[in-house]
């Protein structure tokens, strides 16, 4: 039985590490993969979301509600930057770097003045529900009632029994939703073959009557609202704070880079799964910290072997067969 | 055009990859460098406050020639600064006591960062990583340098001779931290950070620092630095070798840093993980892209005029509102002036002077 617990543990971690790696990425997978522009203020988005949940939820909104209102709050605060800010610097990609950082910077400090080092931190929903794995209990899903029974005897768990919270199998689930969303959203909506057209060639776009400004400010749109949905689901299970997505951008970043910009959903998922299993077992063997060199270490000799990231190698390989 | 003997050798410094030529650019040089010699005893200037400053000339120098020059962002140069801040407080802490002076300290504060940067630019370049990637991987970098340092505070594991690299306190002892001292035995000449002779001692050097790499960069490897930022396929095929070039500008610009690095050590007497933080490297990057990336007196004049600013923010009054600033003059200015606010001052100065006067800006025109 032990081995199993380990091996369920092992796996539960990977979902965990796979979902927070597609969630903190996806949006910004989005804006790179369509428009090329590297958005350093996707962390700032990420917050954004985080406090529309968070003052949604104070009022009484359920969380899910919440979180559907991140998404809306920070897709419209996407677009105002990219109207205001953001189209002056298509095609200039160190520059739109740079700029960008500069609105983060802003961002967190402005939410820093305004609202204060920390918001009161929400509840995580589901929390009550737990999957036990090993010992005698084998594998079960209990309430509260079933948990607080195994507890009775001695005030912890029986031996071997390893308990594991079942929201992050939500935000799993969720992150799959999102994905399995923006591949249809591409793939079959008017919105998505224009979009596609638009990055494929944006002069000959334009010449068949496509508004790619609009367009491009939708994109930046989707990409921002993808990253305040991701924020309000982090909100649910981390202190809350100003400068909350600064721990999410530099790893988002990896995952991205590595997926490359030729196919947005198949290069995050490739991308993810890869170095979500590099950092499992890394963290696992060694520390959290060997978990994150090693991510990056991997996703170094990805980009060595191929420098377009793993979507881009895909379509060089479907080109030369063709 | 080309001179021979020392004076082509000067004739460097005036070229035209550089902002400002001619007489009444070099007049107002010697003007501005005197004024800067009296600044501590007849300006009113208060050496602990203004030598920072100089610090921040030197990276941005650094920065503005790999990325200004050459085209290639680093978000975290940084890195090499507090790498260089490191190893001269280390070699600092445990030569102090036998040698007297930190001579070593500045030749490892210089050396290491350039060595790691040769280790990292030889993976990076030669790999042809795209610019972007690039600066990304430099900023991860940095901060997994600040993540490493944080979890150093265990002194039984983490201590280099009489050295304790200290965790998120810095390096250990503080008191032991000596001064930049030069000279042998009993004749060593001490520079107390926070006093007018260390502010002579850092101006001197930035400089020479200016003036050397303003020979650098108008010489043909200077004209190489820019052929590879306008069009690295163009420069291949010239028969150059890009990455070497990128590479070699790289390890430049690491020296550098590392310099800036052992200096602050020296001035403050410490170094702690926060030299590799997400501030510090924003903070440099705003120095260069407002003053003017593309030449490297707006760059340094940039460093030393935002750094007034912010000191001055973050003394009167409200102290939370001096980042929102910076970042609001970054933006502004990428969007206004995105050549930086020096180089812009420049170009109109140019335009009032004529050809013959103050600042000539033909680079564009000389290059390939």
Not at chain 2, 110 to 133: D, E, Q
Request: hydrophobic share 55%; net charge neutral; aromatic share 12%.
């Amino acid at each position: 039985m032990e081995i199993f617990t380990e091996i369920f543990g092992f796996f539960f971690q990977y979902l965990d590490g796979v979902a927070f790696l597609i969630l903190a990425a996806i949006g910004l997978a989005i804006i790179f993969g369509m428009m090329g522009v590297i958005n350093m203020a996707h962390g700032e988005l990420m917050m954004i979301g985080a406090y529309v949940t968070a003052f949604s939820m104070y009022a009484g909104i359920p969380w899910p509600i919440a979180i559907v209102l991140a998404g809306i709050g920070a897709g419209i605060a996407g677009m105002i930057l990219e109207r205001l800010i953001i189209r002056h610097f298509y095609k200039q990609l160190l520059s739109s770097l740079v700029v960008t950082w500069g609105i983060s910077m802003i961002v967190s400090q402005l939410f820093l003045v305004i609202f204060g080092p920390t918001m009161e931190s929400l509840p995580t929903p589901f929390s009550e529900i737990k999957i036990l794995v090993g010992g005698d209990v084998g594998f079960s899903v209990v309430g509260p009632e079933g948990f607080a029974a195994l507890k009775a005897a001695t005030g912890r768990l029986p031996e071997g029994v390893e308990s594991f919270g079942i929201y992050r199998l939500v935000m799993f689930a969720i992150a799959a939703l999102l994905i399995a969303g923006i591949w249809a959203l591409m793939r079959f909506t008017e919105y998505g073959t224009r979009a596609r057209a638009t990055m494929d060639n944006p002069a000959m776009a334009n010449a068949l009557g496509i508004n790619t400004a609009r367009i491009y400010a939708l994109t930046f749109g989707v990409g921002s609202a993808l990253a305040g949905i991701a924020g309000g689901i982090f909100a649910l299970t981390s202190a809350i704070t100003p400068f909350f997505g600064a721990a999410y951008t530099a790893k988002a970043f990896i995952v991205v880079v590595v997926g490359g910009g030729a196919g947005v959903v198949n290069g995050l998922v490739a991308s993810v799964a890869s170095l979500g299993g590099v950092q499992t077992i890394f963290s696992n063997m060694f520390s959290v910290y060997i978990g994150f060199v090693g991510m990056i270490a991997a996703a170094f000799l990805i980009l060595l072997l191929m420098p377009t990231g793993i979507s881009g190698y895909l379509e060089n390989l479907r080109d030369r067969r063709k | 055009m080309k001179r021979s003997g020392i004076f082509g050798i000067l004739g460097l410094l005036n070229g035209p990859q550089t902002m400002g030529r001619g007489w009444v650019f070099w007049i107002g040089f010697v003007v501005f460098v005197v004024l800067a010699y009296l600044g501590p005893t007849h300006l009113g200037l208060k050496p602990y406050k203004i030598n920072e400053f100089l610090i921040s000339g030197f990276l941005a120098a650094s920065l503005s020639i790999l990325w200004g020059y050459c085209g290639i962002l680093s978000l975290g140069q940084v890195a090499f600064f507090g790498i260089g801040g490191y190893v001269w407080g280390v070699i600092g802490i445990n030569l102090w006591d036998s040698t007297g002076n930190t001579h070593l300290a500045f030749l490892g504060g210089i050396l290491a960062p350039t060595a790691f940067a040769a280790i990292v630019g030889a993976a990076m370049f030669l790999a042809r990583l795209k610019g972007v990637y690039i600066a990304i991987l430099m900023l991860v970098l940095s901060l997994l340098l600040e993540t490493f340092m944080l979890q150093t505070a265990d002194p039984e594991v983490y201590s280099i001779g009489k050295a304790v690299l200290g965790g998120s306190n810095g390096l250990r002892p503080a008191s032991d931290i000596p001064n930049a001292a030069f000279g042998w035995g009993e004749s060593v000449v001490d520079f107390n950070g926070r006093r007018a002779e260390f502010y002579y001692f850092a101006l001197t050097l930035l400089i020479l620092t200016y003036l050397g790499l303003r020979m650098l960069l108008n010489s043909s490897f200077g004209y190489l630095l820019v052929a590879v930022r306008e069009d690295p396929d163009r420069t291949e095929t010239f028969g150059y070798d890009v990455r070497l070039i990128q590479l070699a500008v790289f390890c430049i610009a690491a020296a550098i840093a590392g310099l800036a690095g052992s200096l602050d050590t020296a001035r403050i007497n410490r170094v702690d993980p926060e030299v590799f933080g997400v501030s510090a490297n924003i903070m440099v990057v705003i120095w260069v892209a407002v003053g003017g990336r593309k030449d490297l007196t707006a760059a340094i004049l940039g460093a030393i005029s935002l750094e007034w600013l912010f000191l001055w923010l973050t003394t009167s009054g409200n102290p939370e509102y001096a980042t929102i600033v910076m970042g609001a003059i970054l933006v502004g200015v990428m969007l206004i002036a995105p050549e930086g606010i020096f180089v812009f001052i420049g170009e109109r100065l140019r335009v009032l002077f004529g050809k013959s006067g103050l600042f000539s800006v033909e680079r564009k025109d000389s290059v390939i």
